[in-house]
């Protein structure tokens, strides 16, 4: 990834991930709370993550006034499925829709975001999820692929 930003959030997720690994045994139950916690950051690091590229595309490519009324706009994004993502793509680039569509649509992509901001909405809401350390360390490395490919797309 090429955001400070970005890279400062993953390498955090990184490490708590690993951590958070080093539970065993008797401590599978802390295991499993922690893998929801994980689960909302993720899901928060896509948030700022789609905000974050597009806006310095924006910055780099408009006026002031636009690129400022973009960053506004993306700012108010919450909780992106894979939807979003093509959305917002195809706001700028109908072709960028297109790839990007092709892109998540393999290798399990798209059901990783819609995994991870799913999970999320249960477990804000205080319902059993059912995600386990493993699958979020998975659905987290298949977003990041996204991630890296929309920064590809912006010329980042």
Known sequence: MKSRHLNIQKQRLDWLIAETSRFQGDQLELQAHWARYLCVLAAGFLENALSEIYSKYAKASANPQVSNYVEAVLGKIQNPKSGKFLDTAR??????????????????????????????HLIAHGKDSGISLARVQEYLKKSIEVIEFIESQCGL
Do not use: V
């Open 91 to 120: 706001a700028f680039d109908i072709s960028w829709e297109e790839s990007l569509s092709a892109f998540i649509g393999i290798e399990g992509r798209k059901d990783a975001i819609d995994a991870i901001m799913s999970n999320r």
